[in-house]
């Protein structure tokens, strides 16, 4: 609904406009008191998604730590290895173990980077179906088999005996529920806490199969694919996140942790009587608003309802839009409109089997990759009861992803997770291992320290 409210003398002719999403954060200022408030909102949207990163991570890093250091089953690897870690050979010499190390993590980059190659090949010709599947039967696994593999080592470790039913039960209804939320429809913060549970028995999985310094070598090879997946100008990676920006696309939530989703809705009310509906559609639905300090406010248009018409709902994304005086009218009384316009909208019947949520996603986005192997580089450290070293890893992951947030705050555009906090949780892990360790231990022992 427009207003119809006149200017008010002096107010001059509207010139420029300035179009956001999701933000009504609105004030009749000058244009630096304006630029400032647009910086100071910035800043303060990039730390809170910083903190709400910050968190995820440290979850899915806790889960793995807590499991190695209470569960022996994946502290233990038994003499088993995953298939694409071939050379296993039991050997004294560190140059035969720091090649062998160095061939199984070149094996295991081939074959990240072909089933990278096969998923963007999929993605480019929109075999979208088939994408799915494949996420489906990964998802499947690990909701499923890997969850109940879990389950079971975590109540022999506790000597907790329920019953048979009691725990099918409790996992059937927890892996459906895990497939509803990340292939379907869901709560967000239920679909974060399965890829975040997801992400970490991946992790374990590879603390578990891969041997003991093919580890640091795969680490160290994968944050280099990263660089050169997403930054070189044919990056695979890349290409990916250009090719759904492109066409519009969200990429598929199984890949994807996001760290916030804000729903900008607009209720628009759908008529059972078509003649009605055709007349409707025809008028784009523009209403003015007061300024409002809330990001996610959600603006109604007016309900069409009586005894005779019931309503069908569908939601759209709004478009906030404000007009600004010229700048030699900025001194007299100014008239700033806050209009929130819908795209015309072809209104469904009430029988309509379908109903569309349109939803605009913000946030930091960040691969589930990227969960795996942080969590796998402070697991492995865990693994040798050394707090020291843990933490100190910890500490460098984090401030790693502080630094890449940075760049991408200062960049804009898409950056690989991994390099920076892996490379300083490597150096970390070894200065603290090697060095700083063996000193306070030296230190302690020989009572330098009161």
Known sequence: MS????????????????????????????RPEEENQVEEAELKYGASHVIHLFVPVSLCMALVVFTMNTITFYSQNNGRHLLYTPFVKETDSIVEKGLMSLGNALVMLCVVVFMTVLLIVFYKYKFYKLIHGWLIISSFLLLFLFTTIYVQEVLKSFDVSPSAVTILFALGNYGVLGMMCIHWKGPLRLQ????????????????????EWTVWFVLFVISVWDLVAVLTPKGPL?????TAQERNEPIFPALIYSSGVLYPYVLVTALENPEESRTTSEQPATTEAAPSTSAGNTGFAPGLQSESKRTAVKRIPQKVQVEEAPPAARNQPQNVRIERRTPAVQLEHLNYPRHDDYQE????KLGLGDFIFYSVLLGKASSYFDWNTTIAC???????LCFTLVLLAVFKRALPALPISIFSGLIFYFCTRWIITPFVTFVSQNSFLY
């Open 3 to 30: 207003s119809n409210r006149d200017p008010p003398d002096g107010g001059g002719t509207v010139n420029e406009t300035l179009t956001t999403y999701g933000t009504n954060l609105i004030s009749n200022r000058s």
């Open 192 to 211: 974060q806490f399965y890829l975040i549970t997801m992400s970490a028995l991946m992790a374990l999985v590879f603390i578990k199969y891969l041997p």
């Open 238 to 242: 890349r290409y990916l996140v250009e």
């Open 361 to 364: 996603e913000r946030g930091v």
């Open 394 to 400: 910890y500490v460098a992951i984090l401030i790693g």
